[in-house]
């Protein structure tokens, strides 16, 4: 099982941006699925969550910004970013807790950057 995201890159201030992750490999069901992000010098934070069921919660920061969204059949779930801000410049990353032939896992994409100028 493998997430790959994509979707990051450089836009100015008021801008938007659609990240998706995508799930591959044998895989019965998605449950939970988050991004994060992480600013140089800061830790790692929190931005959205999705569950199976479709609630959704968002870190204080990014409410009435930021949506995430889920497609089941295509193992994939996105996060449209949208009146950017310089602060919101990091690496965003992927997390889901995944059922698979191997049973249940912790899983992690690889981080895409995405950078907001002033």
């Known amino acids: 099982v493998q997430l790959q995201a994509f979707g990051g890159g450089l836009v100015q201030a008021g801008g938007s941006l659609r990240l998706t992750c995508a799930a591959s490999g044998t895989i019965f069901s998605i449950n939970t699925m988050r991004w994060y992000r992480q600013a140089p010098g800061k830790q790692r934070e929190l931005v959205a969550t999705i569950t199976g069921g479709g609630s959704t919660n968002y870190a204080d920061s990014v409410k009435g910004r930021f949506a995430i969204s889920r497609e089941n059949a295509k193992n994939t779930v996105h996060l449209q970013m949208n009146s950017l801000r310089p602060e919101d410049t990091a690496v965003y990353s992927c997390?889901?807790?995944?059922?698979?032939?191997?049973?249940?896992?912790?899983?992690w994409g690889q981080g895409t950057l995405v950078t907001v100028s002033s």
């Open positions: 997390n889901a807790v995944i059922i698979s032939s191997r049973g249940a896992g912790d899983y």
